[in-house]
Each structure stands twice: as structure tokens, then as C-alpha cells.
């Protein structure tokens, strides 16, 4: 089983309209000759249709976007504003920022709108991730994760497959435990009993793999 927040399919603006065409980026590349296997499955984020106020050019991604006739793709959608606050407002203004060191020290994280971004859109997506992946796989032989748009997800995933083999794959940098330090404290443990809940986790660069255990190292020292 793979889990990502991105389905096979990318958007491109053309003629004053968002197009689908297949994806070129590393990870769909990486992922798509496992995915096409036929015992594999995709779970993948998609937004439901925003309502007037929001609609195209608002970038969003639908289940019928993500089709695809060749893989055993499993759209898991959420509502638009859900949809936005966790993918737009906390994976990438938040968390990309931070892995890449962009976000400095003084900056403020936590405003209030992002707090209830991480409650309401973050933390939700990811349970709803997990609740779709229990409706529609009894078993699994293992699940690989993709991602810092999933932390919360193999500790949700581990309760409900307590002997899969569950990857988390960090395509990203890992800060260093300074940076980190600069989410809120419940933000941090809530992606640490992540990261800690996998059979593995795994990250692609080498130094970021030394970030990643300096990191956990410093775990006693973040509250």
C-alpha cells in the first residue's frame, strides 16, 4: 500500500484553465512503477469542489482528477476549505518552509489561524486518511508513507496494523533540532509519535538523515 498526499496526476495552467497531465516529479516517478503492480493501492488526498467563492484558478484536486485506468488509485476526498488548510496552510506554509530552513527564529508559527489550520486541517486529513485506508484494506503486507503531509499518519496507521511494516520516506531536508524547536510544542510530539510509530523511517538526504537523529535525540529536551 502506498499513502501520499499527491495522486499520479499533476496541473498545469492552459488556456485559462487548470489541466490534468501525468506527473514528472521524483516522487511519482519513484513510485509509479511499484504503484502499477496489481497488488498495490494508492490512497492519495483529493479536495471536494470548493463552493463559487473558491472555484478555479483556486488550485484543487478532485478524485476524478487522480483517475487512472493503470493503477489502483483510492482518492480519499475532503471538504475544500479541510483540504486547504491542511495541505496549503500547514504542509506547505509551515512545514516545507521550516525542513528548508526559511522559517527564522522570532518567526510566529503558531498564529491563530494556523493553530486552527493544524486542528481542523492537518490533524483531520490525516485521520481521515487513516479511517479510509481501515474501511478499505483488512490486511496489509506493508505500507509505505510519503511525506511531511502525513507525520500524524503511521501512528494512526500502527494501531489498526499493529504487524505491517509501515516506511515513512522524507523527501524533503530534516531541520535541525533548533529549527524544530520553533513549532509548538504539541505540534512537535504529534509528528514525533509519527515518525516513531514506523517499522522505519526513512530520509533521502544523508545529512538529513544526521538531522532527523540529532532530532530525537533532543526529544527529552522540547517541552
Not at 499533476?10 to 509509479?32: I, N, P
Not at 488550485?59 to 491542511?86: E, K, N
Not at 512545514?95 to 489550520?117: K, N, Y
Amino acid at each position: 500500500m502506498i499513502v501520499a498526499n499527491r495522486g499520479p496526476n499533476d496541473f498545469v495552467w492552459d488556456d485559462g484553465a487548470w489541466r490534468t497531465r501525468r506527473a514528472t516529479g521524483g516522487l511519482v516517478s519513484m513510485l509509479e512503477p511499484l504503484a502499477r503492480r496489481p497488488d498495490v493501492a494508492w490512497f492519495c488526498c483529493v479536495s471536494e469542489p470548493p463552493d463559487a467563492a473558491h472555484d478555479r484558478p483556486g488550485l484543487f484536486t478532485t478524485a476524478v482528477d487522480q483517475a487512472d485506468p493503470g493503477l489502483h488509485v483510492v482518492p480519499v476526498p475532503m471538504p475544500a476549505d479541510m483540504y486547504h488548510a491542511y495541505y496549503g496552510q500547514i504542509s506547505n506554509e509551515v512545514l516545507w518552509m521550516l525542513q528548508h530552513q526559511l522559517i527564522t527564529p522570532g518567526s510566529s508559527v503558531a498564529t491563530p489561524e494556523r493553530q486552527r489550520a493544524w486542528e481542523s486541517g492537518y490533524l483531520v486529513a490525516n485521520a481521515r486518511l487513516a479511517q479510509a485506508i481501515g474501511r478499505h484494506v483488512a490486511e496489509a503486507r506493508s505500507i509505505l508513507i510519503q511525506d511531511y503531509h502525513l507525520y500524524p499518519l503511521p501512528a494512526l496507521l500502527r494501531t489498526r496494523y499493529p504487524a505491517t511494516p509501515i516506511l515513512h520516506f522524507t523527501h524533503i531536508p530534516f531541520p535541525e533540532p533548533d529549527v524544530f524547536r520553533l513549532l509548538p510544542a504539541a505540534w512537535r510530539t504529534q509528528s514525533w509519535m509519527g515518525c516513531w510509530a514506523p517499522t522505519s523511517s526513512v530520509c533521502r538526504l544523508r545529512r538529513t538523515r544526521r538531522l532527523f537523529w540529532d532530532a530525537a535525540r533532543n526529544i527529552p529536551t522540547w517541552s
